[in-house]
């Protein structure tokens, strides 16, 4: 079983920036394996992939709406993965979720996100 743990929401001004963790509960080991993804769901709309990394942290994918202001990265000694948020807008506002791609998929409980205009 892996859980993960969110952190590093908030409430923030447009134009200011905010980093999320997520930390897995897992071995190293099967944490270095997994794929990891963060994603968001707003009210009343679906939950979207944010980005996502590779095992390694050699391949990352981001939507185009938040290509190039948020950065996804990857400690694999802390099972650790961020995300960078910079130049935030209103419209980023969601909840934050992070996920591990294994044999099964987890998720994490979720981080606010509030960005005021």
């Known amino acids: 079983q892996v859980q993960l743990v969110e952190s590093g929401g908030g409430l923030v001004q447009a134009g200011g920036s905010l980093r999320l963790s997520c930390t897995a509960t897992a071995s190293r080991s099967t944490f270095r394996i997994s794929a990891m993804g963060w994603y968001r769901q707003a009210p009343g709309k679906q939950r979207e992939l944010v980005a996502s990394?590779?095992?390694?942290?050699?391949?990352?994918n981001y939507a185009d709406s938040v290509k190039g202001r948020f950065t996804i990265s990857r400690d694999n000694d802390k099972n650790t993965v961020y995300l960078q948020m910079n130049s935030l807008k209103p419209e980023d506002t969601a909840v934050y979720y992070c996920?591990?791609?294994?044999?099964?998929?987890?998720w994490g409980q979720g981080t606010q996100v509030t960005v005021s205009s």
């Open positions: 996920k591990a791609d294994l044999s099964k998929t987890f």
């Open positions: 990394i590779s095992s390694s942290g050699g391949i990352t």
